[in-house]
């Protein structure tokens, strides 16, 4: 055998066993699940995040997202319940926190909105509850306008 065929070979060995030992990877079905509760909104992107180790203080995440002003943006929290942590989301900007999952008392909502202000880069930063472990997917979606009906409009056209 050739050196490059060898070195193909064990290439191809490592990256097929890889995927199954990665870190950073949940479970398809988590997000799935998430995907299915988005009935008036649209779906932009989706934050899938793991964390095994315990270590305080630590950011187990953060994403940088462009969001654009008078649009109503919604996060939603899908947590993997055979982890320990739920994540806490939390999006700000480079000088101040807007919104985030968690409530003033201190309980976890399954997601939260936020109507922009202004356009611009954004950041989610994601922990979890315990300071790791933990499994979740966030997802970004938007607000669907409110379409008038056809027939609305068919009505309105032939009153003219």
Known sequence: MTLYRKI??????????????AFGQCDHTLLENSLLNLEKYTYLQHFRI????????????????NLTKGITYVFTTENDRSE??????????DFKYYSGNMAEDE???????????????????????????????VIMSMLNEQKPNRVNIDIIQNTM
């Open 84 to 93: 320990e942590g739920s994540a806490i989301v939390k999006l700000h900007d």
């Open 50 to 65: 793991k964390s095994a180790h315990h270590s305080l203080n630590s950011t187990c995440a953060q994403f940088s997202v």
């Open 107 to 137: 309980r976890l909502l399954p997601g939260f909105s936020f109507i922009c202000g202004k356009s611009g880069i954004y950041y989610l930063t994601i922990t979890f509850d315990n300071h790791g472990p933990g499994c979740a997917v």
């Open 8 to 21: 193909f070979i064990l290439l191809f060995i490592f990256f097929s066993c890889v995927p199954h030992f």
